[in-house]
């Protein structure tokens, strides 16, 4: 469903230019759940970016279900954010002056479909947080409000959710918790992509693609051990 | 939920940094609105001057005093000698009064028309005070001073009879049925006036003929007010007439003197009203700045919802429904703080004009405060749609 082909992307020009990625290719396909590893500073965020369209590359090509959607434009990409692609962030970003049920509602704003309080209850049920609909961001623990962007994000029924170290402000146990959400999700057919720090979480994922000075150094297949990235 | 539910929300989170972001447009629409009431409150002080006096002409003496000046500089004026009227020139001040209303007014009727009211105006001490005393035709007198009321006693009638102004009825403790020589000549107090608020109050009214005995001043009066039909009578013309045919006179119609005010008045709220626009056009500025830092303030906010479908029309309407609630609550408090400004300020700039709000001022005023918050946020509502959702998110 989606391909990354010979992504690059530098930042600055002329000898203060910086390669976030270099020539990085991959695939994903229907109900992947695919790791990305690395140190500080490798390209991981860079990369989700680029796939999320949230940054265009520089060069290379990203395709969706067949289709180029590196060079769309802004409004041509709002299509593809509210039907096919969500994310997930480690500061969860959330809206403060909404309750968890209003954030969970605010795709389904954007796209005008209704009030959509009752598909974002039934959401908030599904990700465990069926009795704290009506809490401020404020009011949640850090779990709490990483479920409430979870659910956000599975408000539209995107066919692949984007998670940059969705579980990296939390405590072990808690981010159990998040990563068990995650792995549930991509049984009932998800795919994920998630960038983290911690191997742990990686095992759980089908796929781990580890990064360094923004080029694929690594692939690992948890089925049918190492493939390079192609 | 709609979009508007989540501005809405948000605005109501961040009440303080609304209030300061509307400020601008308060001062603004305060200053109009303030300048409005305060020239509105003087116009209609002056309308009703001119129902009350409008139909009037006042003839005194030509050379009752002399303008002193320099040069362009009027230094004042200056009363030179004792100067009258003769009562000779009463018929036909009357028939130039009245002719030109029957012209005017296609009248055939060959009654009296106008009101014609001599007055002669003595200066004497009364138990030792300095009054003064003024010679009336009683029945020309009353259908002049509409608002005269008897507050005890009985109107003047007669030769012989004098009617008291309040303030001096007290200041001299002066009763009904008490007798006073004036100048020799003793009169009765038949009655006095109820407190006018003018410097009727502060005089003694006899009959003319009274008057003119008392002093010595038989067949002579100071002033002479005409008053005509109706607020439409040419009363410009009458007095023009009155100038042209009888020599020693000046005639002045009131409504001539309320135009000269009003064009005044018209002059300076039109100079007000600029400096008005110019804190209107300097407080949209305000705004504009504050809709800056309030979009800086969210820029991780606008990160999220782009990141969760927004599209930049969207983001853009977000500000300008936050625009408009600015706008409506700058409105309602410029309508307030403006309204309020007037009541202090007004009797400042025009002497003695009881200033009322205006309800007529309260919509206009939410609108030129919406227009202005809306238009003011056209430029960082677009600088909010152009950032990019990883900018938003980097610069935490």
Redesign the interface.
Known sequence: MLEIKNVSKTYGQGTAEVAALSNVSFRVDEGDFIAIMGPSGSGKSTLL?VIGG??YPSSGEVILDGKRIDNLD??DF?DI??NKI??V?Q?Y??????TAL?NV???????GLG???EKGLEILKEVGLGRRTEHKPGQLSGGEQQRVAIA?ALV?SPSLILADEPTGNMDRKTGKGILDLFVQLNREGHSIIMVTHDPEIAKHAGQTIVLQDGQIVNSIDQNGGKRNGD | MKLYQIVVKDVTRRKKRMLYASLGVVIGVATIVAVLTIALAGETNIYGQLEKYGANLVVMPAISDIDVGLGGLSLGTLAVGENYISENELPRIRQIADGKIRTALNIEDEGDIATIAPRLYVNTEIRGTSVIIVGVEPQQERQLKTWWRIQEGEYLERAGQALVGAMAAELLELNVGDKIALNGREVTITGILEETGSNEDYQVFLHIKTAQEAFDKEGLVSSIDVRALCSACPTSDIAGSINGNIPGVRAVAVKQIAETEMGMMEKVSKFLLALAGITLAVGCFGVVNTMLTSVHERIRDIGIMRAVGASRNQIIKIFLYEAIIVGIVGGFLGYVVGTLLAYVVGPLIFEGVAVTYVPQYFLPSLALATFIAVVATVYPAFHASKIKIADSFRSL
């Open positions: 970016n949230l940054d802004e409004n709002v954010r509210r969500a994310y962030f500061q970003h959330l809206l403060q002056s909404l209003e509602m605010l795709p389904l704003t954007f796209c009030e959509g309080e956000r539209s």
